[in-house]
């Protein structure tokens, strides 16, 4: 059971241009969900946050967007740079019933081509 | 900065070792976790700590088994390898549990069974 989920194996885009990853969980209980970004031969880093109250958060050239009824999530990266090529996880977490435990996604490769 | 240590980057074991890895964290941080990462998975929870020599199972323990005698060290067991076991493992921290603490991950052991 994929309580997380993002559809898109790879994602492809100009540099400059905006990257928009997205993500959809079905678990109506998260209440916070990140994005980690990950290079090869490297760990997972955070990238990104939101809380389940909040609709919008900002840092830099990144975005991420909630909608909860929907239960969707985005990341927007603007404007997309070569060295965002990476992998893209979207994790969430229940903190009521699992504690900070995060259920990840599988996974969206993006490629940002000079 | 937050650093996790995965004792080895590669480790070629055959089927029916016991196997060991390691994983050092320097924040003194309480949680502790081991994931490992399969193409079209994403980041599965394998076993998770809250503190010392207390563990609980994640989403997939079995065939693994964990210790954690020292708050710094978390080591992932393999009782007796298989070849489904052929994975990347990730070990990560998190200081506290509240929802906006991140996990903080290791580089990775990519470990090949034969």
């Known amino acids: 059971d994929q309580q997380v989920k993002q559809n898109s194996p790879s994602l492809s885009v100009q540099e400059g241009r905006i990257s928009i990853l997205n993500c959809d969980y079905t678990n109506s209980m998260f209440d916070y969900f990140l994005w980690y970004k990950k290079y090869p031969a490297e760990g997972p880093t955070f990238l990104i946050s939101i809380s389940s109250i909040k609709d919008k958060n900002e840092d830099g050239r990144f975005t991420v967007f909630l909608n909860k009824s929907a239960k969707h999530l985005s990341l927007h990266i603007v404007p997309s740079q070569p060295g965002d090529s990476a992998v893209y996880f979207c994790?969430?977490?229940?903190?009521?019933?699992?504690?900070?435990?995060?259920?990840f996604g599988e996974g969206t490769q993006l490629t940002v081509n000079p | 900065d937050v650093k996790v240590t995965q004792s080895s980057r590669y480790l070629v074991k055959r089927t029916g070792e016991k196997v060991f890895l390691e994983c050092v964290q320097d924040?003194?941080?309480?949680?502790m976790f081991w994931y490992r990462q399969d193409p079209g998975l994403g980041l599965r929870l394998i076993y998770f700590?809250?503190?010392?020599?207390?563990?609980e199972k994640g989403d997939i323990p079995e065939g693994y088994s964990v210790s954690r005698e020292k708050k710094e060290r978390f080591s992932l067991i393999l009782e007796s390898a298989s070849t489904n076991q052929t994975s990347m493992y990730l070990c990560?921290?998190?200081?506290?549990?509240?929802?906006?603490?991140?996990?903080?991950f290791g580089n990775g052991t990519r470990l090949t069974v034969t």
């Open positions: 924040m003194d941080h309480e949680n």
């Open positions: 994790a969430a977490r229940d903190l009521e019933t699992s504690g900070s435990r995060l259920t």
């Open positions: 990560a921290s998190s200081l506290t549990l509240a929802g906006n603490s991140p996990l903080h």
């Open positions: 700590s809250y503190d010392v020599k207390m563990k």
